[in-house]
Each structure stands twice: as C-alpha cells, then as structure tokens.
C-alpha cells in the first residue's frame, strides 16, 4: 500500500521545518525539528481527510512522486 509522499524543509524565514503533502491541497505543518514537523503533519493529514470525508468531497489517491523517484521509462 502505498502511501502519500510528503515534503519536509527547512525554512529560514519561519525558523523552523516545514511538513507538506503534495497531494492534499494546503496540508502542511511546521516542527522545530524534522520528526516534529512530520508528526504534526501526520495529524494534519487524518484531520484534512475527514474534513473531507465529513464535507462529502472527495479525497485524492496518493499519487506525487519527486522526478528523483519516478523511472525513465
């Protein structure tokens, strides 16, 4: 199963890391360290679902993939 890729960064203008989740418009999350902001992110991501779950809207397959990790096919 796979699951959603997510983007963790430092960011100098927040002074801190930034967690986001391509996939899931606007889901991202700050941490002062990168296991914070992944942690923080993983609770953003159950709660983006089941607001989206809850409004009747749909809910996007994981599908993102950084070109690093996509084959030359």
Same mark, same amino acid.
């Given at each position: 199963? !796979?699951?959603?890729? @997510? #983007? @963790?960064?430092? !960011? =100098? ?7 986001? @989740?391509? =996939? ?14 992944? %942690? ?8 983006? @679902?089941? %607001? %989206? ?6 809910? $996007?397959?994981?599908?993102?993939? $950084? ?5 030359? #096919?």
């Amino acid at each position: 199963m !796979s699951d959603y890729h @997510i #983007n @963790i960064f430092y !960011s =100098d203008e927040d002074g801190g890391y930034i967690a986001d @989740i391509p =996939d899931l418009q606007a889901c991202s999350a700050f941490g002062s360290t990168p296991e914070q902001a992944l %942690a923080e992110v993983e609770q953003a991501k159950a709660a983006w @679902i089941a %607001a %989206a779950q809850e409004a009747g809207k749909p809910v $996007p397959k994981p599908r993102y993939r $950084p070109v690093i990790y996509q084959s030359a #096919n």
